[in-house]
């Protein structure tokens, strides 16, 4: 069995006590390395090397661009950029956001699957939506390993049942027990697969295909249909990419981005009107005031038809 000493780990809601306790089963004579992505806010410092450092035996550092990879080490990505692999080193960079992240556990793990193949072990921890599941795929193509925290462990649970329905998973466990499992598999122990490899095939990955008739959320422009075993992503020319799910995501956060703008301006609207209502009034034209007083009221209609539409938009989301 080859030796599997290149682990990325996926995160993100409830991600943190997740890599709390899976570092904190890695033995400290671990002989391979550890890259972990966690969803972060672009702005916010983040001190997730330290924490990673203080809950286990490693030590656990925020990845700097162009960085030697090191036997031992935990490279953390940093806030608003993505972490990539070449072989022996580390590259951090700003670049398209994926599944509406930057950084993305997707780029993490596919750019591992191309340069290390078979050395590597993809693990998806909690986390909401799907990001990650697509580069699950492409490290058991390349011959990796593919690790998912079993659903009843995680705090949230979208992000491992993403991976369960859409990659071929090797072994589904409990954080800490995965922390376990790369101790083992970096020092070439043979460990059996859980036989789950439930969810995609592993049919090859295809080319883009056709347009499709929707347009890329975060920049408007054309997205383009990529398979990847069973799983579809999509691509706009400028690198921003999606997953299904992610792409619904981003489309609902658009249209409610739009009815917020849309209520604001007919609220503006009938202000409008209020205000030059006033201005007539104090020149004693009464059938201008009326006119005002028809935009006002069916303004504030309108404003009342839209806010309900809204509202009901933004509790149906909530409930999903």
Not at 92 to 101: D, I, K, L
Not at 105 to 116: C, K, M, N, P, Q
Request: glycine share 10%.
């Amino acid at each position: 069995m080859p030796v599997r000493d290149i682990a990325v780990v996926g995160a993100s809601a409830g991600g943190v006590a997740a890599l709390q306790r899976l570092v904190s089963a890695i033995p400290s004579d671990h002989p391979g390395t550890v890259f972990v992505v966690l969803h972060l806010s672009p702005t916010a410092p983040t001190s997730l090397g330290e924490i990673l450092s203080r809950a286990g035996r490693l030590r656990a550092v925020e990845a700097l661009d162009l960085a030697l990879v090191e036997k031992g080490v935990i490279y953390c990505a940093s806030p608003d950029h993505h972490l990539r692999l070449e072989p022996g080193l580390v590259r951090v960079a700003p670049g398209p956001r994926e599944n509406g992240h930057r950084p993305s556990i997707d780029v993490l793990f596919r750019s591992a699957a191309e340069t290390y193949g078979p050395r590597v072990v993809g693990v998806i921890l909690s986390g909401a939506l799907d990001d990650g599941a697509s580069g699950l795929v492409a490290i058991s193509q390349a011959g990796g390993v593919t690790v998912v925290q079993d659903p009843r462990d995680a705090q949230n649970t979208s992000m491992p049942e993403a991976a369960l329905r859409s990659a071929p998973v090797d072994h589904v466990l409990p954080a800490a027990e995965i922390g376990r499992l790369l101790g083992r598999l970096a020092w070439g122990e043979e460990v059996p697969s859980a036989g789950t490899r439930r969810g995609a095939t592993d049919r090859p990955m295809q080319g883009p295909e056709s347009p499709v008739a929707f347009s890329c959320p975060d920049c408007n422009g054309t997205l383009w249909e990529v398979r990847e075993g069973d799983l579809v992503r999509f691509e706009c020319r400028v690198g921003h990419t999606f997953s299904a799910e992610s792409v619904v995501a981003s489309h609902a956060d658009n249209l409610e981005r739009a009815l917020w703008t849309a209520l604001r301006i007919l609220e503006e609207r009938a202000t409008l009107h209020r205000r030059l209502a006033g201005l007539a009034r104090e020149r004693g034209l009464d059938a201008i005031v009326s006119i005002h007083e028809e935009k006002i009221k069916a303004a504030e209609q309108d404003a009342d038809v839209l806010r309900d539409v809204v509202t009901s938009e933004v509790d149906r989301r909530g409930r999903v």
